[in-house]
């Protein structure tokens, strides 16, 4: 497959004819643990994959931005004037780069007209964070053209108001890392002082993805649902968010609430818990407490935050039936369909594969891709 890098160039060329100046880059993420934690200002290890958003651009003298979208319907066009102020449009990916500019704006910056052209390979809806990496690659491409010095994690910030602005109330996690990541680490994020560390993933590990392809989407009630549950029993447990809570809390205040609030509580606790020991598994090496972690990860957003899908689900026991018990797999990302992501040793990937081949369209009618990976550097911007 054609580089992104490259394939946005050629876009550029034969779509403006001429040479582009700049080139951005930010790829989507996977999340090894900590899910639905972020928005509770507790912890994430995502981990930035091979698959990103490439954008080159050329400032066109204008006080609008112009746009080429390679991949939307064979090629996409838009258009729209550098505002502080955010006017959707019509098509919806335009909508976060309108939002962006309007934000970056409101912080009191120039920004002025760019011709660009846009493209990228992450599959859309696997849950692997395609918006975020739209975000971070233009917040980016803005902050560096104009010189603004905006540092990559506030252009994080500014990727997740640029989701709100658009229907999604999430959290910090997926900016975070696709600006943020570096080669062969996962980032551990305490999602309320910001503060990140890279945590080693030991090289003779690898990542694979597996995409249902039954899309995920967040834009929509479940995902804000779940975050108003959460809120809600942060406030029954009189603590500023769940981050602040612990399971002795949760239980003593068990009956002032419903069980739905529990179960979405004890998640949330729980999951906070395992994202700290799953670092400490990481740097112990240690893929057999990884998996206990990473299991019960997936069973704790199936049973008590009710995120994942059967064919997810299935996928998640084809996996564990083929590598055995000890297999480090869950669900990852916002839920409701996407993917699901394993840690396994080099010599187990075939034997996962070919058991995914065999079962998974059996119980759900697709076929699912597998990705290989490991963990890529974060965002990137260099001058053409
Ligand atoms: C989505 C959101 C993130 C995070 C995850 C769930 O990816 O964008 O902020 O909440 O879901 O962990």
Redesign the pocket.
Known sequence: MTDVRVKSKEGFVSHFGCEPEFLSYAPGRV?LI??????NDGF?LPCAIKFGTAMTAKVNGTNKMRLFALDIDGGDTDEFECSATFDAGSKTWANYLRAMVALIMQKGHKVEGLDIAITGDIPLGA?L?SS?SLEVTFGNLVSQVFGLNIPLQEIALIGQAC?ALNG?K?????QTISACGKANCALLIDCRSLKLEQVKVPSDLDILIVNSNCKHE?VGGE?NERREQCENAAKILGVKALRDATMEMLDAKKGEMDDVTYRRARHVITEDDRVLEAVKAFEQGNLDKLATLMYASHCSMRDDFEITIPEIDGLVEIIRKAIGENAAVRMT???FGGSVVAVVEPSKVEQVKQAIDAEYEKISGKKATIIETHAFDGAAFTKL
């Open positions: 999340n900590g899910e639905h934690t972020d928005y994430v849950g964070s975020a989701e999604c999430c959290g910090i996690m997926d967040l995902y990302g916002g839920g």
